[in-house]
């Protein structure tokens, strides 16, 4: 890169921090470039299949911090230093992620036929289920309903029964346990 350039960059950065749309759109069409093969250079670190979302990364970081830039101060360093950081959190997050992962061909979920594999019966009697719930002591029965069934907060269950927040959740709890029991799910 030529110290022209980051000269232009730095204009540029200037005019678009003093409110010119057009220089910050130049300036971010140059950029791209200069910052992709920034962080190519790191492909290995950060993934070969990551580089672009490196590109975009370093681009928004660039955007979401502009408002700190010391139009006294050279532009390229700054941007070097951004890169540089959001380089390593990249790595640091293909590191992480690779160490959780395991590598697997694409296979038969579970079985190598497909008819183990169908979902396309019920895994239990509804009829039972709403038999089953029916049959639980009131309070339970209004905490299965309204938070397992309703799915509403225990805050807002709280307020349509006039039951305490520890309340409900004992009662779903033992609700549960006893749908479970009644129903024999593990």
Do not use: C
């Not at 470039?33 to 670190?45: K, L, S, T, Y």
């Not at 502009?66 to 790595?91: C, E, K, L, S």
């Not at 339970?140 to 269950?157: D, N, P, T, V, W």
Request: negative net charge.
């Amino acid at each position: 890169m030529a110290e022209d350039e980051g000269n232009d960059f730095r204009s540029l950065m200037i005019a678009a921090n003093g409110g010119d749309a057009d220089a910050y759109a130049r300036l971010l069409y140059g950029l791209a470039p200069v910052i992709r093969r920034i962080v190519g250079v790191d492909r290995q670190f950060v993934g070969a299949d990551a580089v672009e979302d490196v590109v975009q990364d370093v681009l928004l970081s660039i955007h979401t911090v502009r408002a700190t830039y010391n139009p006294d101060q050279p532009f390229m360093p700054w941007v070097f230093a951004i890169a540089r950081h959001r380089i390593i959190d990249a790595g640091r997050r293909r590191v992480r992620l690779g160490s959780r992962e395991v590598e697997f061909d694409e296979a038969d979920v579970t079985f190598s036929t497909a008819d183990p594999n169908i979902h396309d019966r019920d895994v239990f009697d509804m009829d039972a289920l709403r038999t089953a719930i029916e049959r639980l002591p009131n309070a339970q029965r209004q905490a299965i309903e309204l938070l397992k069934m309703g799915e509403l907060s225990l805050r807002e269950a709280s307020a349509a029964t006039g039951m305490s927040i520890g309340a409900l959740k004992v009662a779903a709890h033992r609700g549960m346990a006893a749908l479970r029991a009644k129903l024999r799910v593990r």
